[in-house]
DNA sequence: CGTACACCCTGGCCGC
DNA sequence: TGCGGCCAGGGTGTAC
């Protein structure tokens, strides 16, 4: 579900709810997540600050007062809501699927929901962050000045898988998934089975360029909605209605002037859109 | 080291 | 209406 876009959206809705706030109630329901929820985790969280509200990669951390992280991955399907003192959403008691439940001390209700449970929501000290076993081998944020087409040489050199499931490997770039992989290689015009040690030099360029301006387009949409991304004050995003090739098989090519049409192919197992006709 | 593939889990949708 | 098969925005462990 959840890709950078997404991620950054929730964070950015957290950041209304939880810095400065105190942990006042801590309910786990069920602890079997991708990583199991530490049996520590409502004790070091409880009567702790959240100081504020960081996004890594497709990790949300909360940084505490105790100089403890929460890490919160959303997985495939995961939610996390916020719901202040009196709103009428706010749920009396947990749903099927609420794994987490927090309250602050003015009575925000804090509600992880996962169906799939290939989420996590576990807790680390600060100083063990930069070598967790989930952040250690991470790339470089796709928004920063970091990215750029000598980096993205270096570091696909060895790569012999097509750019598409490259551009998913979060080794090299973080963020990207399925969605969006798709629509920054329509946008830097390169076809998603080109090889990326082989890309030239004036696609590295493109690539420099699509990824973050897609990713900052698509944040300002509030993400995509397909089935049950919400952000985190319950709106829907709305970058699904600005695709250009992400589920569009069959139908015309976005791009000014060309009569492609939209292909579906698969690439290590998941689906790749794209239109044959402008990408090479 | 890099790559391919199975697998983790639940739910929605489609065709029969 | 029910059921099997397939699909889904992510990531890991294993074998080669």
Request: charged content about 25%.
């Amino acid at each position: 579900m959840p890709e950078l876009p997404e991620v950054e959206t929730v964070c950015r809705g957290l950041r209304g709810f939880l810095p400065q706030q105190t942990l006042a109630w801590v309910t786990v329901r069920r602890r079997d997540l991708r990583v199991p929820i530490p049996l520590d985790f409502e004790q070091r969280l409880l009567g702790r600050t959240v100081l504020r509200v960081e996004r890594r990669a497709k990790y949300i951390l909360w940084y505490l007062d105790s100089d403890d992280v929460v890490l919160v991955h959303l997985g495939m399907s995961g939610r996390l809501f916020g719901y202040r003192h009196g709103d009428p959403k706010r749920p009396q008691a947990a749903a099927k699927h609420d794994h987490v439940w927090l309250r602050t001390d003015d009575d925000t209700l804090i509600c992880f929901c996962d169906p799939r449970r290939f989420g996590l929501f576990t807790v680390c000290h600060s100083s063990q962050l930069a070598s967790h076993p989930l952040l250690k081998d991470l790339g470089i944020e796709p928004l920063s000045p970091e990215l750029q087409p000598q980096y993205l040489r270096d570091h696909l050199a060895t790569r012999r898988v097509p750019v598409k499931v490259a551009l998913l490997n979060q080794a090299v770039v973080v963020g990207i998934g399925n969605i969006y992989a798709s629509e920054i290689l329509h946008r830097a015009r390169t076809s998603p089975e080109r090889s990326a040690s082989e890309l030239t030099t004036a696609q590295l360029k493109a690539l420099c360029q699509a990824i973050p301006a897609i990713l900052r387009q698509a944040i300002e949409a509030g993400g995509s909605t397909l089935r049950d991304y919400v952000q985190a004050d319950g709106e829907l995003g709305s970058f699904q209605n600005l695709f250009a090739v992400y589920d569009r098989e069959g139908q015309d090519c976005q791009r000014r002037g060309c009569p492609g049409t939209i292909t579906r192919i698969v690439q290590a197992a998941r689906a790749t859109y794209f239109c044959p006709r402008c990408q090479h």
